[in-house]
């Protein structure tokens, strides 16, 4: 499974950035989605996931700011970024669970896309 992440980029404190992850194949919509995030010298970190059944689950630094959430139409789901800020600058991973459940836990999922970075300048 190869995934496809794009949409960061530069932004100032309070802005807004959507990140999509697009999953090519059939069973998309079988897969629990995870996105994760890395800082330079820090570890990765848990951000968000939405479960096969559209159950999302989020980190506490980032509830209320971020939303995930999936079209399986397009075999892509997202990360709706609001109020961002500085602390939120890092590579930001998106991830396929093939078991379909969304883990806060990286190990819990199979294939991870290549990153995308997102910039917050403050």
């Known amino acids: 499974v190869q995934l496809q992440a794009s949409g960061g980029g530069l932004v100032q404190t309070g802005g807004s950035l959507r990140l999509s992850c697009a999953v090519p194949?059939?069973?998309?919509?079988?897969?629990?989605m995870g996105w994760f995030r890395q800082a330079p010298g820090n570890e990765r970190e848990f951000v968000a996931s939405?479960?096969?059944?559209?159950?999302?689950n989020y980190a506490l630094s980032v509830k209320e700011r971020f939303i995930v959430f999936r079209d399986n139409a397009r075999n892509t789901a997202y990360l709706q970024m609001n109020d961002l800020r500085p602390g939120d600058t890092a590579v930001y991973y998106c991830?396929?669970?093939?078991?379909?459940?969304?883990?806060?836990?990286?190990?819990?999922?199979?294939?991870w896309g290549q990153g995308t970075k997102v910039t917050v300048s403050s």
């Open positions: 991830s396929v669970a093939l078991s379909g459940w969304a883990e806060d836990q990286d190990f819990t999922y199979n294939y």
């Open positions: 194949g059939r069973t998309f919509s079988d897969y629990g």
């Open positions: 939405v479960n096969w059944k559209g159950e999302t």
